[in-house]
């Protein structure tokens, strides 16, 4: 994220990537300062531009490039284009790259330091706005001297290991004789960015900047499955280990289970039992289901248990077609009633009756009931 102060936005790109920047802080409405991390040897260089350039009233403006406390160059540029500052011209036909390198030390005793120490590893943009001049001017001839801009340090001195502004390789590059010119009426800048660069690992010491999270690993493709060499168990081993959690379920009968054929006693008469006919029992299937006008009755369910139906007399003074009988406790789906007199199938009623009999139409209990079949057996 570049740095924005007073109209002006710099930032500095190494290596094709703008370089991050940590613990930005504004000490002054004039001044902006933050950490970024460098790396000896590498090319850099510093973009300056305008925010707003409309909104400025300059058409142009100076940006000059200061490191380790000296003026390394100074370039001007129109409001609406921007000022890419990566070599020194240290003659009228040469220029050298801007690089971070680290310091240089020395074991002599006495020996005065070129550079200023608060100012190692401080790279400065002053940007101030200015005017072009109506007419070209000569190129100056004055050449700042940055010869050595990287200086010399003792090796006692607790700023080894800092990474300083230096130049590259020298490169041909003839001036041009004339140059456009921009003129400020202002002696300040009008914004200073402050970049205090050094090597990743004594930023990250310092608590400035994050510690890198260790990448992982990619994960290892599983082992293809291959078949189990295990041993079968023997029985004995069986029988110590126990029945396997596994339950073993039976599979279902395509037939239904069959149960003793009952017996139903279709005689009027008292007998002793030579006269029952058995009824064999069948399952009832969907294309055996009748329709609701016939009359025909349901085959009889497998599960239902039949008993023989105890006969009740009539009483003397009712008329035997009026009678009728006790109803079963559970209610049948198929069931064939005899009456006392003749061999005549009585209709299926439509529901069963309940506790109580009806006869000659009249409601009686079942103690009355067997006291009835008393006298009637007695008599």
């Given at each position: 994220?570049?740095?924005?102060?007073?109209g002006f936005r710099v930032y500095i790109e190494c290596g094709g990537m703008v370089l991050p920047q940590y613990q930005v802080?504004?000490?002054?409405?004039?001044?902006?300062?933050?950490?970024?991390?460098?790396?000896?040897?590498?090319?850099?260089?510093?973009?300056?531009?305008?925010i707003n350039p409309a909104a400025t009233p300059h058409n142009g403006f100076i940006a000059e490039l200061w490191a380790e406390?000296?003026?390394?160059?100074?370039?001007?540029?129109?409001?609406?284009?921007?000022?890419?500052?990566?070599?020194?011209?240290?003659?009228?036909?040469?220029?050298?790259?801007?690089?971070?390198?680290?310091?240089?030390?020395?074991?002599?005793?006495?020996?005065?330091?070129?550079?200023?120490?608060?100012?190692?590893?401080?790279?400065?943009?002053?940007?101030?706005?200015?005017?072009?001049?109506?007419?070209?001017?000569?190129?100056?001839?004055?050449?700042?001297?940055?010869?050595?801009?990287?200086?010399?340090?003792?090796?006692?001195?607790?700023?080894?290991?800092?990474?300083?502004?230096?130049?590259?390789?020298?490169?041909?590059?003839?001036?041009?004789?004339?140059?456009?010119?921009?003129?400020?009426?202002?002696?300040?800048?009008?914004?200073?960015?402050?970049?205090?660069?050094?090597?990743?690992?004594?930023?990250?010491?310092?608590?400035?900047?994050?510690?890198?999270?260790?990448?992982?690993?990619?994960?290892?493709?599983?082992?293809?499955?291959?078949?189990?060499?295990?041993?079968?168990?023997?029985?004995?081993?069986?029988?110590?280990?126990?029945?396997?959690?596994?339950?073993?379920?039976?599979?279902?009968?395509?037939?239904?289970?069959?149960?003793?054929?009952?017996?139903?006693?279709?005689?009027?008469?008292?007998?002793?039992?030579?006269?029952?006919?058995?009824?064999?029992?069948?399952?009832?299937?969907?294309?055996?289901?009748?329709?609701?006008?016939?009359?025909?009755?349901?085959?009889?369910?497998?599960?239902?248990?039949?008993?023989?139906?105890?006969?009740?007399?009539?009483?003397?003074?009712?008329?035997?077609?009026?009678?009728?009988?006790?109803?079963?406790?559970?209610?049948?789906?198929?069931?064939?009633?005899?009456?006392?007199?003749?061999?005549?199938?009585?209709?299926?009623?439509?529901?069963?009756?309940?506790?109580?009999?009806?006869?000659?139409?009249?409601?009686?209990?079942?103690?009355?009931?067997?006291?009835?079949?008393?006298?009637?057996?007695?008599?």
């Open positions: 994220m570049p740095l924005e102060l007073n802080k504004q000490t002054d409405k004039k001044t902006i300062r933050c950490y970024i991390p460098s790396e000896a040897g590498k090319k850099f260089r510093v973009i300056t531009s305008v406390g000296k003026k390394i160059t100074a370039l001007a540029s129109s409001k609406r284009e921007r000022l890419a500052i990566s070599k020194a011209r240290i003659s009228m036909e040469e220029e050298r790259r801007l690089v971070f390198a680290a310091v240089q030390t020395t074991d002599r005793e006495g020996l005065v330091a070129d550079i200023d120490l608060s100012s190692i590893g401080l790279l400065e943009i002053r940007a101030t706005f200015a005017d072009k001049d109506a007419e070209p001017t000569p190129w100056p001839q004055d050449w700042p001297d940055i010869a050595n801009a990287a200086g010399s340090l003792n090796e006692r001195s607790k700023k080894a290991g800092f990474n300083v502004t230096g130049l590259g390789e020298s490169t041909l590059s003839p001036a041009p004789s004339h140059t456009q010119r921009y003129t400020t009426m202002s002696r300040q800048p009008d914004a200073t960015f402050q970049y205090y660069h050094q090597p990743q690992a004594m930023l990250q010491a310092a608590g400035i900047a994050p510690a890198r999270t260790p990448v992982p690993a990619p994960a290892s493709p599983p082992p293809p499955a291959t078949a189990s060499r295990k041993r079968p168990a023997t029985q004995k081993a069986n029988t110590e280990t126990g029945p396997s959690k596994r339950t073993r379920t039976k599979p279902k009968s395509d037939g239904a289970r069959r149960r003793p054929c009952p017996y139903i006693n279709m005689s009027s008469s008292d007998s002793d039992g030579s006269d029952l006919i058995p009824l064999p029992l069948t399952s009832a299937q969907p294309a055996d289901i009748q329709s609701e006008s016939e009359p025909e009755t349901m085959p009889v369910r497998p599960h239902v248990k039949f008993r023989r139906k105890r006969k009740i007399a009539p009483m003397a003074d009712s008329d035997p077609e009026e009678d009728t009988f006790r109803a079963p406790r559970r209610r049948l789906r198929t069931r064939r009633v005899a009456r006392l007199d003749s061999e005549e199938e009585l209709p299926l009623p439509d529901r069963p009756t309940g506790r109580y009999v009806r006869i000659n139409r009249r409601r009686v209990s079942g103690a009355k009931v067997l006291f009835t079949l008393c006298l009637v057996s007695t008599g």
